[in-house]
């Protein structure tokens, strides 16, 4: 792509030239001005499209793959979302991936390590649990769980429970891409746990509070494991009466590892937020991919001047760099959007960029 600015590649083809760019792909070598203008965009050109995945479309087929495979013969019995702008990459946005599981009451999926951090938002069903390096956590619907970059995890659904949705995270693409991924079969099918049921979000679960003494927690991700949905609702709530929150994202809150206040994972990070009743919010874009799920409420989003309207439990992609404001469609009922992006990889890397749309972050024209 030849663009006419300076400092830009603008070089006409000729027999000539063609010719030598023939001798120099002989010599598995190419003319950087060629190809220059494309891989140096002036700014982030995502191919991801904004998304949204309706739970009501989605969940009948993801409920008749329980008749159609077993865990065992799946490994994970998964329906993965996919973004129509990048098929057959696995991505539902930039490198994020996610994808609904489904699990009966009696069954488990074995347990495993990689190289590559996951994270599980509860969508429905009861009895369900996952087992982190020899930690099991009970899992209820808004609960949000963390298996980090090389902890050994199992899951399943107690035998006295109910078919269980849950969506998994994983930023394995990013990984991918910089081919650094490891795979692991625990000897063992399933973890012993030796600790009591949900130690860790007794032991780091207190508000403001950390254990003091004896060893500080070093590992790089969150040593709370599990986010209870009771108490971050109630931690928004409470918020939401003392605080006017950000103008792009109402009460918004990070999840965060305790013992630094940074995100839960190296590479991953996720938010819960609030709008309340009539709540609209300017727009904003910045770099980094996100992935939406609807814990509470209906609404709508503006991604990119495009309407996309939502309700429980549909999942919508904002892509990088793309405009976004969400509005809230009851003037009564708050709306609360989990979600999960690869801000923390954008901010180690030194790539986050962020900006309002106009003086101080207007309304997008909505286009289609
Ligand atoms: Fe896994
Ligand atoms: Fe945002």
Excluded at 79 to 87: D, F, Q, T
Excluded at 176 to 186: I, P, S
Excluded at 302 to 320: C, E, H, L, M
Aim: aromatic letters at 10%; proline letters at 5%; glycine letters at 10%.
């Amino acid at each position: 792509m030849r663009e006419d600015v300076i400092g830009r590649a603008n070089v006409e083809d000729t027999p000539e030239l063609e010719a030598y760019y023939s001798e120099l792909g002989r010599q598995q070598s190419y003319a950087l001005w060629t190809v220059a203008n494309d891989i140096e965009p002036w700014q982030p050109q995502p191919a991801s499209l904004p998304t949204l995945w309706s739970y009501a479309a989605l969940r009948p087929l993801v409920l008749q793959a329980l008749d159609m495979v077993s865990p065992e013969k799946a490994g994970r019995r998964v329906i993965a979302l996919e973004n129509p702008g990048r098929k057959g990459l696995s991505a539902c946005v930039g490198w994020l991936y996610t994808g609904l599981q489904v699990m009966r009451p009696g069954e488990f999926a074995t347990a495993h390590n990689h190289a590559s951090s996951a994270l599980r938002f509860i969508m429905e069903g009861a009895g369900g649990y996952t087992v982190v390096d020899g930690h099991k956590m009970s899992l209820a619907a808004g609960d949000f769980v963390i298996t980090p970059n090389g902890t050994w995890h199992d899951h399943g659904v107690e035998a006295d429970g109910d078919v269980t949705i849950w969506q998994d995270g994983l930023d394995m693409l990013l990984v991918n891409q910089l081919d650094a991924n490891f795979y692991a079969v625990h000897p063992d099918h399933v973890q012993k746990s030796n600790v009591p049921l949900n130690d860790t979000v007794s032991i780091y679960g207190g508000r403001g509070l950390l254990p003091a003494g004896g060893e500080a927690w070093s590992k790089p991700y969150s040593p709370l494991l599990k986010y209870e949905w009771t108490s971050t609702y109630d931690t928004l709530a409470q918020s939401a009466r003392a605080s006017d929150g950000s103008p792009y994202d109402g009460i918004i809150m990070q999840y965060v590892n305790p013992a630094t206040g940074g995100p839960v994972m190296k590479t991953l990070g996720a938010t819960i937020q609030l709008l309340r009743g009539g709540e609209r919010t300017r727009a904003h874009r910045h770099t980094g991919s996100v992935v939406y799920n609807v814990a509470k409420g209906e609404g709508f989003s503006i991604i990119a001047g495009r309407r996309f309207d939502w309700k429980k439990n549909d999942i919508f992609v904002v892509p990088s760099w793309a405009w976004h404001e969400h509005v809230n469609a009851s003037d009564r009922d708050d709306a609360v959007l989990f979600a999960f992006n690869d801000l923390p990889s954008m901010h180690a890397l030194g790539l986050y960029r962020e900006e309002a749309l106009g003086e101080n972050g207007g309304h997008q024209q909505v286009v289609h």
